[in-house]
């Protein structure tokens, strides 16, 4: 191997409608349990061996922990740059694309042997032990409309997923702080959660997902005020929208947004987990 | 729903490169462990409702039990339009892509409530039914290169994968009957499958996947003079080859194929499990 190979990974976006936060003594079974959607806006993370590690993002460095937590399991330096069509700290799992496309990339450039569900655990327990998310990874390694059925890392977790492929809309007004949230008292949260996914596996279609993700956002008490004017104004126009989890951030089915007059980035459910290019 | 209403789904194909054989009593935990790849080239099924079932394969019609088998299962009639990019019976896994693609097109148009994992142990149960296959479906569902850990639908099989992206060529040489292996004794097939498993989780990469497979292929007696000729080929240049389980065909990493004078189909392994059109 010389210091030019590189690898590139794909991770698609994932924004949560709701879940409930599950905390153990190991990051591997730590988890949320919920429903989501994977998006085909997402995130390319790019790594290349380096003398230290340096990470950037859109062509600017910064922190990321996660990555940096991924890079020290994996035992090396490198530098990692990402790409992302998505906002960050907006409820779309960048941080978790981020930790995921970079175990992905390095196991590559460095020639290592994991297996993939290997690079998820890893990626996810990075990702819990920063505080930055709780269930993106696991989700952003499956695809598709994931169903969170039992919280953790491969071996511990079970997903399923509603059958099914949309057009999606989605606005961003912010960011809001993930770790404040899961890292308070998530008590109620986790019971409004529970309630939604039983509901869900009884009927796994993707307008029902919308619907119980929406009452999760005002049960939960995490609803803010753009993101409850624009929900309102895409369900009393017959359409379907719900708050992305959690972010300030509001995803709509077809053409929800568009058509109350927001100007909304557009993208589709992604079929594929996260891979990398070839 | 009217009459007009259709469904269509994608199937990636699937060749395994080495298997071992478990039967029960039930069709859901019965199933194969094994290694393989997921292609590219597959199925795309179009299910509309209809008075009588009527099945058609590249726009002629035929019969296929495993398709006969979701439908029943589902408890609908419909017609069911196959358009295929591989060969029937060569071993890339045509029977479980329709079964998969029936079902999941079927939901959709019928209105179905069934979860992902309910519709893959429903193609599953069809496909371990009719004798076709034991585990095409679930690492169908799956995508990318599906090491399949322990067999049998969701809920009951296992899953992990080799995390790599490939361009893959293949030759087929004509049909192999799947029942007649499966089928048989399995006693010697299956302790070399188990070998080559134990050996591909230890080092989960590709050149690693085709190499155990190219030994299964030996151990088990499976191999046919045209595909030895063929794989022998490739290896004699330098490259990785190897037999699709189980049909006359044979499946090479890269320009393995093309660079020994043969004129091969070429795809790429499939990032996606099987997924619904929009």
Chains 1, 2 share one sequence.
């Not at 790409?83 to 981020?98: E, K, Q, R, T, W």
């Not at 929900?231 to 089915?253: K, N, P």
Request: hydrophobic share 40%; aromatic share 4%; charged share 25%.
């Amino acid at each position: 191997m010389t210091d030019e190979s590189t690898a590139t990974a794909f991770v698609p976006g994932h924004v949560t409608g709701f879940f409930s936060a599950h905390r153990t003594d190991d990051p591997a079974t730590t988890g949320s349990r919920g429903g989501g959607l994977t998006l085909s806006d997402g995130v390319r993370v790019t790594v290349a061996p380096a003398e230290r590690t340096r990470i950037d993002l859109d062509g600017r460095r910064i922190e990321m922990t996660p990555v940096e937590h991924v890079l020290d399991a994996v035992g090396v330096t490198a530098r990692v740059a990402i790409d992302s069509d998505l906002p960050v700290g907006a409820g779309f799992g960048v941080s978790g694309a981020a930790a995921l496309g970079t175990a992905l990339a390095s196991n590559t450039v460095f020639d290592g042997d994991r297996s993939e569900n290997e690079l998820v655990e890893l990626a996810h327990v990075a990702e819990v032990e920063s505080g930055t998310g709780l269930g993106d990874v696991v989700a952003q390694a499956r695809g598709g409309v994931p169903i969170r059925v039992e919280p953790g890392a491969p071996g511990h977790g079970v997903l399923d997923g509603v059958p099914t492929s949309a057009r999606v809309e989605y606005v961003t007004f912010g960011e809001l702080s993930t770790a404040e949230v899961i890292e308070g008292d998530t008590t109620r949260l986790t019971e409004a959660g529970e309630r939604a996914l039983s509901e869900l596996r009884e009927r796994p279609t993707l307008p029902n997902l919308i619907r119980l993700s929406r009452r999760f956002a005002r049960e939960a008490g995490l609803l803010v005020p753009e993101v409850e004017t624009a929900i309102d104004s895409v369900t009393d126009a017959g359409g379907e929208a719900t708050m992305a989890m959690l972010g300030r951030s509001v995803f709509a089915l077809g053409t929800g947004l568009s058509e109350v007059g927001y100007d909304p980035n557009v993208c589709e459910t992604y079929p594929s987990g996260a891979h990398l290019y070839r």
